[in-house]
């Protein structure tokens, strides 16, 4: 059965370039600063990491728009972190541009797709969802993130890809999605925690970029880095940056909120949040280039048991130092214990020691020790000691982590206590059932480095370590588009 199709708006409302919707949701707004400098950058990615109602969602769809007019017939991707922010702020902000506003868009509710029609017939191709169509948006959320493997596209928009539920595995495949053209990524996102956001994009934009500060009559603050070897851009802006933002709620939020979540939330700036488990994790010093590890290092394996995500990670120990160097990393699902334990030991050399499991995931340990890999189980079953005893580790630089190994890294900076109702830090661990490498880490830490006892004290003290980002200069203006006369 042919689906609804919805908002099929086939005149354009003038609109001037260069233009948001304003507050009101229906008079034009000019570009503010920070949308500027995002429009104009030529870089393959672009991150907008910025505070709260700064201007990044109804800024997206005129970024998407630009990049459909230069790269032409294809198809396209816009991505959002959940399925309600999908519903509620991503699709309304799309339709009012495509269909309402552009006219060039309809949207096919079942497919969750804009069909956008042919800029020189003026045309929309399909007659069902199935047709061929001169180019579509495919809308998904990161949650439910095998949509995001059904197509090539010219080009992507992450919205709050910032958030605990777009993960690293969703950004990584985004990125295949859009390899075989070259196609560009816009991401827009508020920083929610310190994961692959942090290390994927604002750490490799400021390794080397080129920087530059603006700061506003009001006191706003607007931070860029171009960074031309990796090709990423990135672009920091506070929420006073937005003109529509009253400058009262920002600094009533300055000095009514814990500083960690102002330079966060209002200031889209990385900070150490006070609920941080590990924040004794230093991405630089605890990081390092890959190096040939020697054969007669000795090796540690850590593994977590899943149906879906069998996760597990490797060590070398440096004799003499007894420092770790983490090597190598698994995350694997469809397998058997079997077949996980042939993946794991392919191209190692010998049986590292492994520990792995809870106490009650015998039945695991016993079909892969059938598998040819013999894992023993912990003798800790406390899962306060065993992030004590990781804790400890860096604390005293007793864990390097080869700087390929990027799930593991990105896990670390979203590994957090929780909330209650009143903003008060719990002893509970948010989303526990996410940060599968890290219980494998803490699995074989806990039973290796026993004397590894330094207290990281109240893990939900705050930290005040900011880690200031860098700054960058310009770049190319973009065209105007052809569908707005």
Request: net charge positive; with cysteine; proline share 5%.
């Amino acid at each position: 059965m042919q689906q609804a199709v919805t908002g099929t708006t086939e005149a354009a409302i003038e609109w001037p370039s260069r233009h948001v919707v304003g507050p009101d949701e229906a008079t034009p707004q000019p570009f503010h600063l920070g949308q500027q400098w995002v429009f104009d950058s030529p870089r393959r990615i672009i991150a907008m990491s910025s505070g709260t109602q700064s201007g990044k969602t109804s800024f997206g769809p005129w970024w998407l728009a630009t990049e459909i007019e230069q790269c032409g017939r294809g198809d396209y991707l816009a991505v959002t972190a959940t399925y309600d922010l999908f519903k509620l702020k991503m699709l309304p902000a799309l339709q009012q541009v495509f269909v309402s506003i552009l006219g060039i868009g309809r949207y096919w509710s079942n497919d969750r797709v804009i069909e956008l029609r042919n800029p020189d017939t003026r045309e929309f191709e399909a007659i069902r969802s199935t047709d061929p169509m001169w180019g579509r948006i495919i809308l998904r959320s990161a949650d439910s993130s095998g949509g995001l493997e059904s197509a090539t596209v010219k080009a992507a928009w992450l919205d709050e890809a910032g958030q605990d539920r777009f993960t690293i595995m969703a950004w990584n495949g985004v990125k295949r999605r859009a390899a075989l053209h070259q196609g560009r990524i816009l991401i827009t996102t508020t920083l929610y925690n310190l994961g692959w956001v942090k290390s994927e994009l604002i750490d490799r934009a400021k390794d080397g970029g080129i920087a530059t500060l603006e700061v506003l009559d009001n006191g706003a603050e607007l931070e860029r880095t171009d960074n031309g070897n990796a090709n990423i851009c990135l672009i920091q802006f506070d929420s006073i940056a937005n003109p529509s933002y009253p400058v009262e709620e920002f600094e009533d939020a300055r000095d009514t909120m814990p500083e960690d979540e102002f330079e966060m939330f209002w200031r889209g700036r990385a900070a150490t949040l006070r609920q941080l488990i590990y924040d004794a994790f230093d991405r630089v010093r605890h990081r390092c280039p890959r190096f040939p590890i020697p054969p007669d290092w000795k090796r540690y394996l850590g593994l977590d048991f899943g149906g879906v995500n069998t996760a597990a990670i490797f060590y070398a120990e440096e004799p003499g130092t007894k420092r770790l160097y983490a090597y190598r990393e698994y995350l694997a699902g469809g397998k058997t214990a079997k077949g996980h334990a042939k993946a794991l030991l392919e191209g190692e050399l010998g049986r590292p020691e492994c520990y792995g499991g809870s106490k009650s995931e015998g039945q695991w340990r016993r079909e892969f020790a059938a598998g040819g890999l013999p894992i023993r189980a912990p003798t800790v079953s406390d899962v306060g000691i065993g992030i004590n005893r990781v804790y400890g580790c860096h604390k005293q630089d007793g864990i390097i982590y080869f700087d390929d190994l990027r799930r593991i890294v990105a896990e670390k900076g979203r590994y957090q206590r929780k909330k209650d109702r009143q903003g008060n830090i719990t002893s509970d661990i948010k989303d526990k059932r996410m940060f599968h490498l890290l219980d494998a880490e803490r699995y074989v830490i806990a039973e290796i480095r026993r004397e590894t006892t330094t207290q990281p004290g109240k893990l939900a003290e705050a930290q005040e370590h900011l880690a200031r980002p860098s700054r960058w200069t310009t770049g190319a203006k973009r065209a105007g588009s052809r569908w707005r006369r």
